[in-house]
């Protein structure tokens, strides 16, 4: 997929910048970790990356065998990490097959089972340390144990909105994207595109979809703007959603947007994320 990779790549760079001088001082630029290991090398030089809350909880029972697996962590995870050899569910010798969602809006890891578990059967999730967050820190080892129930959940879940461009995503943009030195005009002088957008980046009604969709990102060689079904690897999101420090998500180049303005609410985060992963149509 283009634009894997390149976080990864970022994080090495940072971890570069850690220096070693032989004698009585030895001094350290931290901007990240040295190195994604189960024990870091020296305490503090990791932000703490740790599994907050799990959905079914360790020790649940009964739990319905149509429920996803749902890890929510104090960091942002970093995508390329998230695969079925890191991140299991098991029963006995038994490993299920199934997709991961990574979620950087609530920071938060989604599997999604290829079939029903089986019912009245107690599985495993472990999750290993090759779970790092964005910027290379590694997770601890857990298992969370849970045992399902006889069926499904009763009743069903209700199916997921899917936002569209046209109805959610664009409206958005024409109140925080706006202005005449940003990325379409104001509502005040229309609305429309402008003729230089900030960045190359056109998000007026008429061009918003050809300049996100499978475009390719200016500031980060390799990335897209947008990756339909992984809004995790899309540039936008990664710009749109703020990090620890204000600005975007770590190991993102430039700044939050918008710009010098308080960042999106979550509910029009969570709009744009969804929009991604289901498919950015």
């Given at each position: 997929m283009a634009g894997r990779g390149w976080l990864r790549a970022?994080?090495?760079a940072?971890?570069?910048a850690l220096v070693i001088l032989a004698g009585a001082a030895a001094v350290f630029s931290?901007?990240?970790?040295?190195r994604p290991t189960a024990e870091q090398p020296l305490p503090g030089m990791c932000t703490p990356f740790r599994l907050v809350s799990?959905?079914?909880?360790?020790?649940?029972?009964?739990?319905?065998?149509?429920?996803?697996?749902?890890?929510r962590f104090s960091d942002f995870p970093d995508p390329d990490t998230v695969t079925l050899g890191t991140v299991q569910l098991s029963s006995g010798l038994q490993v299920r097959l199934g997709t991961f969602t990574v979620d950087l809006v609530d920071r938060s890891v989604r599997f999604d089972t290829r079939n029903y578990l089986s019912p009245n059967l107690t599985y495993l999730v472990t999750l290993t340390t090759a779970v790092t967050s964005l910027t290379g820190c590694a997770t601890k080892a857990t298992q969370l144990p849970f045992r399902t129930g006889p069926g499904?959940?009763?009743?069903?879940?209700?199916?997921p909105v899917v936002p569209t461009l046209e109805a959610d995503v664009?409206?958005?943009f024409a109140a925080r994207c706006a202005g005449?030195?940003?990325h379409r005009q104001a509502a005040e002088a229309g609305g429309g595109c402008l003729a230089?957008?900030?960045?190359?980046?056109?998000l007026c009604d008429q061009e918003a979809r050809a300049s996100l969709v499978g475009a390719a990102a200016i500031e980060v060689d390799g990335a897209l703007r947008v990756v339909p079904g992984d809004a995790a690897r899309s540039l936008l999101l990664r710009k749109l959603v703020p990090g620890p420090t204000g600005g975007p998500v770590p190991t993102t180049p430039g700044h939050r947007d918008p710009p010098d303005e308080p960042p999106l609410p979550t509910e029009e985060l969570r709009l744009i994320s969804d929009w991604i992963d289901q498919g950015a149509r």
């Open positions: 970022t994080a090495r940072h971890a570069g931290l901007a990240a970790c040295s799990s959905m079914p909880e360790s020790g649940a029972q009964q739990v319905p065998v149509d429920a996803p697996i749902e890890l499904p959940a009763d009743p069903p879940p209700p199916p664009l409206p958005v005449s030195t940003c230089t957008p900030a960045k190359g980046l056109s």
